[in-house]
């Protein structure tokens, strides 16, 4: 039912954002494949990645965030990727195991993120900022809202794990 698109093969107003996403991350996951099947749906989807990458939340920060949310919508393609992310942005295989169990983090910004993340999904955004401030929190809010695209689509859709994340599911 659903295609797994390439740049060649996808929408022509797809193919710009699948090149972008190329661009940022080396590689067309099968998720961004997906999706380029809606050219307004991934447009979507690149934009907010890409301004992400731009906020002042570190790339493990995002990944954290990233983690908290694809355990809470039980998606295995979005925690292996956003695990292999993690390792890349210098996450160790302790903290990622923590964030994929859901436990309480030592690094005290880090937990900060996480907890503020959970809470967000758990209490469904009727929550207070914490120890955030304005900016740090809206970021996560993005970055949630970012993920959980990507984990309702993965996990609609069915799309297979890439190879580059099969070790982590």
């Known amino acids: 039912m659903f295609t797994v698109h390439t740049a060649s093969t996808a929408p022509a107003d797809a193919r710009n954002a699948l090149a972008a996403l190329e661009r940022n991350i080396g590689f067309i996951p099968n998720l961004a494949g997906t999706i380029a ?11 907010l990645q890409s ?4 906020s002042r939340l570190s790339a493990l920060e995002r990944e954290v965030v990233g983690l908290t949310v694809s355990r ?12 292999r992310f993690a390792a890349a942005a210098g996450g160790s295989p302790e903290l990622i195991d923590a964030l994929r169990a859901g ?12 907890a503020f993340a ?5 209490d469904r955004g009727h929550v207070t900022a ?3 401030d304005a900016e740090d929190t809206l970021e996560v809010l993005a970055q949630i809202a970012y993920t959980t695209l990507a984990n ?6 069915e799309v297979a794990t890439d190879d580059a994340f099969a070790a982590l599911v």
């Open 118 to 122: 959970a809470a967000v999904l758990e």
């Open 72 to 83: 809470f919508n039980a998606c295995a393609y979005s925690l292996a990727a956003h695990s």
């Open 51 to 54: 301004a992400l990458r731009g």
């Open 130 to 132: 914490g120890e955030l």
């Open 103 to 114: 436990s309480v983090l030592s690094d005290a910004r880090l937990e900060s993120l996480r």
């Open 37 to 47: 099947g809606s050219p307004a749906a991934l447009a979507g989807f690149v934009g």
């Open 152 to 157: 309702h689509v993965a996990n609609v859709t």
